[in-house]
């Protein structure tokens, strides 16, 4: 029987999505942690199904890529539709990713895989465990917790302090962790409540697209799943909207004003009603105690962005506590993880508000030139891409951030500048034999990445920069940086050299890697997170080090 420990590094409150996923980022450092929720098991149902682009590449370094592909619906359009016919057809994988398209997948699938991923890197999980009260005294946060007692019985409850390091609240929307803290909650409440079941429908629609119906009556989506399909409505909020009352009904009409007539719908596999808010906490973090995911942001469900900033928000935080608790970064490391993760979420609640608004309006003349605006995307790829990017949040960055540096003449090229998103480009290991592997997997290695590309006909001033940096670097910073040089242009006797230094060599796998990263080179420090932390030209080099010596300094 486990037994829940008295201490721990790192305590989370929630096993949702975003308590698993930093779970399993602080295991791959090493870090001790313990996740606990209140509910004895997961949820049946749930209403998070979507996995956008970024959220992939984020997971894929959590070593949860084919279960999760095995489990999922890959969709790669997006078909809308008014009450006249046809609309657009958006393709999604008009992205730069290598996981273009949208991974239907639900919620509570996900926490199995995550969970199972989680304790098998040796995370301590314990459900039925409810946080009662926490207190902060010197350098430990204390936990109280009644759990459930199994010795006697699922209804006996036991009273259980727990100290920690420090705290993560991923508890949701109604977060205990944040109403203990204080922190406001500020925003609105939405005019619509929503129905949601999955079902089996036989209709004759391609079940390798997601569909939206925008109907005078309101909106309905159809998601198909593996072994079925998720619906969602909205309707007025003053409508009866008690548990009991829910029925197939309402589907069943609103499928009738899409089609004309309602496909025969099987009994729900699941049904369940809510209203939404659109909500964003005032802080994230007070001494030793954060918060992420839902407690942080709440949001309408359209556009499906609510569990994916989630993730995010656990892939910019946990690099960065287990830095912190290994005496790198201090109270600053920390503190930068609400001022680059709280503009996102602002920026995320507008974009799905604007969003929603739009595609749920019954006003006839919104409705018109909504119409009249997705009617021309089929027509211009170009905007549909930009749209996609921002749904896909891979044009997500930090350039403002203060843990970031762009070096003096960094951003003259068009090369992704620090604070953003590390593109995917194709490499070529040496001495591989021409196996491929992309830029983007370095992430699977826990420590920041250094690129180091070199221009296709380096100067002698890029090779002493090279050479430089390729003997100081790994005896400097090994433990926290690993080097990785990328000669475009030919292999000179010169260059073999570098194979003498404690560094990762490559060549392009293609053309796209001089295209994103330029036939010029350059520096770029990417963090475990997948954004750059510096950029710079290769004479760079003296502004890289200072950069590093500041980052990494132990406070």
């Known amino acids: 029987m486990k037994v829940l420990p008295e201490s721990t590094q790192v305590l989370i409150v929630g096993a949702g999505p975003t308590g698993l996923a930093l779970g399993i980022n602080l295991r791959r450092y090493g870090v001790d942690c313990v996740v606990v ?11 998070a199904l979507g996995l956008n682009a970024r959220s992939q590449e984020l997971l894929e370094s959590m070593g949860v890529t084919a279960d999760i592909n095995a489990a999922g619906n890959l969709h790669q359009t997006l078909c809308l539709h008014n009450e006249k016919g046809r609309l657009a057809e958006i393709d999604l994988t008009r992205i730069e990713s290598r996981f273009a398209g949208a991974l239907v997948l639900p919620q509570e699938t996900l926490e199995d895989i995550l969970s199972a991923r989680f304790t098998a890197l040796g995370g301590q999980l314990f459900r ?23 010795d006697q019985g699922q209804d006996q409850e036991v009273e259980r302090t727990v100290s920690a390091s420090l705290m993560v609240g991923c508890d949701g929307a109604h977060s205990f962790v944040r109403q203990q803290l204080g922190f406001s909650f500020d925003g609105v409440r939405y005019p619509d409540h929503f129905l949601l079941c999955d079902t089996h429908i036989d209709w004759a629609l391609p079940n390798d697209c997601s569909h939206a119906f925008l109907l005078p009556e309101g909106a309905l989506l159809a998601l198909p799943m593996n072994g079925g399909w998720r619906l969602m409505i909205n309707q007025p909020l003053q409508r009866d909207t008690r548990m009991e009352s829910l029925s197939m009904a309402p589907f069943r009409q609103r499928l009738a004003q899409a089609l004309g007539e309602a496909p025969a719908l099987a009994e729900p596999d699941w049904i369940s009603g809510f209203s939404i808010h659109r909500r964003l906490v005032s802080r994230y ?16 469900p359209v556009g499906a962005q609510g569990m994916n900033t989630g993730i995010a928000d656990a892939c910019n935080l946990g690099w960065k506590i287990a830095l912190f608790l290994d005496g790198v970064g201090g109270g600053e490391l920390l503190d930068s993880y609400e001022a680059e993760r709280r503009p996102v979420a602002r920026q995320m609640l507008a974009g799905v508000d604007l969003l929603s608004r739009g595609l749920l309006s019954r006003a006839g003349l919104l409705r018109g030139a909504r119409d009249s605006l997705l009617k021309a995307l089929d027509g211009r790829p170009r905007l549909a891409a930009r749209l ?32 953003d998103r590390l593109p995917p ?11 491929k592997r992309d830029v983007q997997q370095l992430l699977d290695d826990t420590r920041h990445q250094m690129l180091l590309v070199l221009p296709v006909v380096p100067d002698h001033a890029a090779l002493v920069s090279a050479f430089a940096l390729c003997d100081r670097l790994p005896q400097e910073y090994g433990h926290h940086l690993r080097v990785n040089v990328v000669v475009q242009g030919a292999q000179t006797p010169e260059l073999a050299e570098l194979r003498e230094f404690d560094v990762d060599l490559y060549e392009p796998g293609d053309e796209r890697l001089q295209t994103v990263f330029t036939e010029s080179g350059g520096l770029w420090v990417v963090r475990p997170d997948g954004h750059i932390g510096f950029h710079g030209e290769l004479d760079a080099a003296t502004e890289c080090l200072s950069w590093l010596r500041q980052f990494f300094r132990r406070r």
């Open 425 to 435: 480009a194709p490499l070529v290991a040496a001495g591989s034999n021409g196996a």
């Open 285 to 300: 973090r007070l001494n030793r105690v954060l918060l992420a995911g839902d407690a942080c942001h709440i949001q309408n």
């Open 388 to 419: 996609l990017r921002r749904a896909s949040q891979v044009d997500v960055h930090y350039r403002e951030s203060a843990l970031i540096m762009e070096s003096a003449g960094g951003g003259r090229s068009r090369a992704p500048r620090a604070g």
């Open 37 to 47: 929720d209140r509910l004895p098991a997961p949820l049946p149902g749930s209403r």
């Open 128 to 150: 039925g465990c409810e946080l009662s009260g926490f207190s902060q005294r010197d350098e430990q946060v204390f936990a109280h917790l009644l759990c459930n007692d199994p």
